[in-house]
């Protein structure tokens, strides 16, 4: 029986992947105002095409949800999520904008999964309060600091849509594998220069890789990787500054 899950998987993940080409290529303009959701809805009849790009992502990425998952609940709630996910790293990537329709979409998701899960309802609860409130507070202290906006409402709301289906533990990891990510491809975009503008680089992608880790790997082991990672980093530097000190005889 465990073919016919692969069979669903695959259909979906054709379907989901012709929608995301089509909602890249249009969404766009809604979300930054310059078109509205009559002339989107009809380009959905009039402009639609072919293309097997997002489809082929998702056959592959759907089909490990059932290998490495099982065909459980969990596995299909991340086939839903998917299109969101794919929508915020590549519209957030080319105008810097979340649309409201990802949040809108994880969040009933995230619901579907309380359902399920209504004893630990207070896990999910406080899931996207946490979520939300990390990107937020980072947004206000950037604007203090810096005057200048570091964390947009569009991460924020998305932070609290995904903790609202991952609870608190997994909301927190997400946070910190976006922020590690964020930090190293965003540095060197910067050094490279190959932003032209203020600097400012979307979030939403880094916090899309968080998530897709966080499905494959569970959180604890992740921490763990996490606390061994800083530990072998705090040696290292501790023999480093040794190192330097004895050079120059200050011990």
């Known amino acids: 029986m465990e073919y016919i899950s692969y069979c669903v998987a695959s259909i979906l993940a054709f379907v989901f992947g012709q929608l995301v080409n089509h909602l890249n290529k249009k969404l766009p303009p809604v979300v930054a105002e310059e078109i509205g959701y009559k002339e989107f809805f009809k380009s959905l009849k009039t402009d639609f095409k072919i293309d097997i790009f997002f489809s082929m992502i998702f056959i592959i990425l759907f089909n490990s949800f059932i290998y490495f998952l099982g065909s459980h609940l969990n596995s299909y709630l991340y086939m839903l999520i998917c299109p969101a996910l794919a929508v915020t790293f590549t519209i957030d990537l080319k105008i810097q904008l979340i649309p409201d329709e990802v949040h809108v979409l994880i969040a009933f998701v995230g619901i579907i999964n309380l359902l399920f ?52 533990k997994y ?33 939403g992608p880094f916090i899309v890789i968080g998530v897709l880790i966080v499905i494959f790997i569970p959180a604890d082991e992740i921490i763990n990787i996490y606390i061994t990672f800083c530990s072998w980093l705090g040696m290292k530097m501790s023999d480093f500054v040794y190192y330097i000190m004895t050079k120059f005889n200050m011990v």
């Open 117 to 168: 899960h209504i004893g630990n309802w207070w896990n999910y609860l406080l899931g996207a309060a946490i979520g939300g409130a990390i990107f937020w507070g980072l947004g206000m202290l950037s604007l203090l600091i810096f005057k200048k906006e570091g964390m947009g409402f569009g991460d924020v709301k998305l932070m609290a849509a995904l903790g609202l289906l991952f609870g608190i």
């Open 171 to 203: 909301i927190l990891v997400i946070a910190l594998l976006s922020f590690f990510f964020g930090a190293i491809i965003g540095g060197i975009v910067l050094i490279a220069k190959k932003k032209e503008n203020d600097g400012y680089i979307p979030f």
